[in-house]
């Protein structure tokens, strides 16, 4: 008889500079799943694996879909689900969960950056691409990454809104 143990684990980073990392790891993720039309639609801490302090790995791709095609109805329920979210899911909508994933902070830079990513303008969300770009900034900056570029916003060019 086999027995099944996990070779990885759920880990919530427990401060600014190692949810920096877990977040790169998760954004380089959605990079490619967006460039190839993929949407996650599960974004959430149980569904990130920690293989060590600089590797986390997006998992779970059961509800995973093409970006722009409709809910599965078993899902629409998620308290997860970005509340502008009609009945087509988007990238921009894996962007909301992931602004989610930014929780216990004291870096005003990444809770501006969380407050991007829920933004009720989802025009103005950062891409994937864009969160990746701003965290390595961040990491190897100092703590006022977002002030630097004050204004700037990265445009959702993948969907038409």
Same mark, same amino acid.
């Given at each position: ?14 401060? $600014? ?6 977040? =790169?790891?998760?954004? *380089?993720? &959605?990079?490619? +799943?967006?460039?190839?039309? #993929? ?27 093409? $970006? ?6 078993? =899902?629409?329920?998620? *308290?997860? &689900?970005?509340? +502008?979210?009609?009945?087509? #899911? ?72």
């Amino acid at each position: 008889m086999f027995e099944l143990r996990p070779v990885t684990f759920t880990k919530v980073p427990n401060s $600014d500079s190692g949810l920096i990392v877990a977040l =790169i790891c998760i954004a *380089r993720a &959605l990079v490619g +799943l967006h460039a190839l039309k #993929y949407v996650h639609r599960d974004i959430r801490w149980p569904n990130i694996l920690c293989l060590g302090e600089a590797s986390y790995f997006l998992t779970d791709f059961v509800n995973a879909g093409r $970006d722009g095609e409709r809910m599965p109805d078993s =899902i629409l329920e998620s *308290r997860l &689900l970005d509340p +502008l979210f009609g009945q087509v #899911y988007r990238c921009c909508y894996d962007m909301y969960q992931f602004g989610k994933l930014i929780v216990d902070i004291e870096d005003a830079s990444l809770w501006q950056l969380k407050l991007n990513l829920q933004s009720s303008n989802v025009a103005e969300r950062y891409t994937a691409e864009k969160s990746v770009d701003l965290s390595f900034r961040h990491a190897g900056s100092g703590t006022r990454w977002l002030f630097e570029i004050n204004g700037a916003v990265g445009q959702l060019s993948s969907i038409e809104l």
